[in-house]
């Protein structure tokens, strides 16, 4: 058995099905790059037949990558399947990825089917999408609660058919590492043309099991990750990339498998995520949080001090956890900070390159050194937002102790490309500017979260706000990023009523 681990990176399909990760064309290219740096080997785009927004998506980024496989997910259906082959055709390496539910419950209630209709779908489908191309994926959904031997003729069916790779995910997030791992186990031994394939899993997080229900498998023989950046996806997420990534590499002598992911780009492409989406990493989480390699306790900062490896098992370094040496700052030229964009991971034109350059000069005027964070989210503010019905231009905010003048904000913007102003009162100057904001726009939606991180040390750090708001069924991020917080806070205001406005 090969020891290479393939990485199926789904952050922009199963991802995007996080409430409040959706992204727009831009942002899902500018992912797609950053992935293609990172390594990733094989990238779901999407789902296309679900809308056109979807389509367009997949579309052009199959024709823009250029090592990665390019996969869309399709229903075992044949319009879906033509929908998703028309969308990925033009990619230099595409994959259909058709999925039919295998478990007895998704059969009877979902699919109303009997299991031997559900094993000719199987055929007729994985066929059909065989006749376009011979990278071929079929999943069998809700693998971990089928019965084993059915599932073994599902798999058994889908390779007949045409199918190269096989993926049992753990749909609902209910597996055990044992029981998951013996699992892929029994279906490699008991379908009979499992050499014909490559399996595959792909583990949700309902149990907090996503990784080592992932890691279990890769021990029993599967040799396809399915994964997302930071573990997002639907309800509890996926599987996080970094952390099946760095297991692997950190444990090579337990696990004795290798891949070809470029660990140094795992922080900037999770942070690059974070800033994409508007939710900060958690300060906790493994591998990318602000304290993965922070050593508070006297006796840990000893022994750090002492010899490393006493309470560290891999350099910060390793996983792309440093501030690089070129300093950008408010001397740096245009090609130096081209330069550094690229190196980032950023493919910016001529345009995109002017705006920027302003932007870092403005930005270098407040604060002496930009570091890296400070840089991404720079990029993020100046281009990759979604084109804005409501653009800030001014807010002055009057902070107050309880007696006199409550707390008053002043704000004017454009509003559909016509200037408009206002001013009010709110109970602080945060609920000031928003109050003002809503009333310009004449919108009351619920602030359902607010977050303030500082990105970089030192006062004049960057602040980085975050807001989600919700007008009914529908929640959208902002994002906002100012040495000023009240300003940062506006920015993220409005960034999220932009995209309430667009349902997007
Ligand atoms: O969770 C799941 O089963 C999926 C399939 C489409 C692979 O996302
Ligand atoms: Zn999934």
């Known amino acids: 058995m090969q020891n290479r681990v393939y990485f199926f990176d789904t952050t922009l399909r199963d991802g995007e099905q996080s409430p409040g990760a959706t992204m727009n064309l831009q942002e899902k290219l500018c992912l797609a790059n950053q992935l293609e740096k990172l390594g990733i080997d094989v990238l779901e785009a999407g789902f296309p037949?679900?809308?056109?927004?979807?389509?367009?998506?997949?579309?052009?980024?199959?024709?823009?990558?250029?090592?990665?496989?390019?996969?869309?997910?399709?229903?075992?259906?044949?319009?879906?399947?033509?929908?998703?082959?028309?969308?990925?055709?033009?990619?230099?390496?595409?994959?259909?990825?058709?999925?039919?539910?295998?478990?007895?419950?998704?059969?009877?209630?979902?699919?109303?089917?009997?299991?031997?209709?559900?094993?000719?779908?199987?055929e007729v489908g994985v066929k059909h999408c065989s006749a376009y191309t011979d990278n071929v994926e079929f999943s069998a959904e809700d693998a971990s609660r089928s019965d084993r031997d059915f599932l073994c003729r599902a798999a058994e069916t889908a390779i007949r058919a045409g199918a190269r790779i096989i993926n049992i995910p753990d749909t609902v997030g209910y597996a055990q590492p044992e029981e998951f791992g013996a699992l892929i186990a029994y279906v490699i031994a008991n379908t009979a043309n499992s050499d014909k394939a490559i399996f595959s899993v792909h583990c949700h997080n309902d149990l907090g099991l996503g990784v080592a229900n992932t890691l279990a498998a890769l021990a029993a023989g599967a040799r396809q990750a399915e994964v997302t950046l930071s573990g997002i996806g639907e309800r509890a997420g996926n599987a996080a990339l970094e952390e099946v990534v760095m297991a692997l590499t950190v444990r090579k002598d337990y696990f004795g498998l290798t891949h070809a992911i470029a660990t140094e780009q795992l922080y900037p492409s999770c942070r690059m995520l974070a800033l994409t989406i508007g939710r900060p990493i958690p300060d906790n989480k493994a591998i990318v949080g602000a304290n993965a390699f922070a050593h508070e306790s006297g006796i840990h900062q000893d022994g750090m001090l002492k010899h490393r490896e006493t309470y560290e098992i891999m350099t910060p370094q390793s996983v792309g956890r440093k501030q690089s040496s070129l300093v950008i700052g408010k001397h740096s030229g245009r090609n130096?900070?081209?330069?550094?964009?690229?190196?980032?991971?950023?493919?910016?034109?001529?345009?995109?390159?002017?705006?920027?350059?302003?932007?870092?000069?403005?930005?270098?005027?407040?604060k002496k050194v930009l570091h890296d964070d400070d840089l991404t989210a720079l990029v993020q503010e100046a281009i990759h937002r979604i084109p804005d019905?409501?653009?800030?231009?001014?807010?002055?905010?009057?902070?107050?102790?309880?007696?006199?003048?409550?707390?008053?904000?002043?704000?004017?913007?454009?509003?559909?490309?016509?200037?408009?102003?206002?001013?009010?009162?709110?109970?602080?100057?945060?609920?000031?500017?928003?109050?003002?904001?809503?009333?310009?726009l004449g919108q009351t939606p619920e602030l359902e979260q607010y977050a303030v991180t500082a990105i970089t040390g030192g006062t004049d750090a960057l602040g980085e706000v975050t807001v989600r708001l919700r007008e009914n069924e529908f929640t959208a991020m902002g994002?906002?990023?100012?040495?000023?917080?009240?300003?940062?806070?506006?920015?993220?205001?409005?960034?999220?009523?932009?995209?309430?406005?667009k349902k997007y």
Request: proline share 4%.
């Open 389 to 440: 019905r409501y653009r800030l231009r001014h807010v002055s905010v009057q902070s107050s102790d309880c007696g006199g003048v409550p707390p008053t904000a002043a704000v004017i913007m454009d509003v559909d490309g016509e200037e408009k102003s206002g001013a009010g009162f709110g109970v602080g100057p945060v609920d000031a500017l928003f109050n003002v904001i809503a009333d310009m």
């Open 336 to 366: 130096a900070v081209r330069n550094k964009f690229e190196n980032m991971g950023y493919k910016l034109d001529d345009a995109q390159i002017n705006v920027v350059f302003e932007a870092v000069k403005q930005l270098a005027d407040r």
């Open 49 to 122: 037949a679900t809308s056109p927004g979807d389509f367009e998506a997949v579309k052009t980024i199959a024709e823009q990558m250029d090592s990665m496989q390019i996969a869309g997910l399709c229903r075992c259906l044949e319009a879906d399947i033509d929908r998703c082959w028309e969308a990925i055709r033009h990619a230099k390496n595409p994959r259909i990825h058709t999925v039919l539910a295998t478990s007895p419950l998704h059969m009877k209630h979902k699919l109303r089917k009997r299991s031997e209709d559900v094993l000719k779908m199987i």
């Open 479 to 501: 994002r906002g990023a100012h040495p000023d917080i009240l300003v940062a806070s506006a920015k993220a205001y409005v960034n999220a009523m932009n995209r309430l406005a």
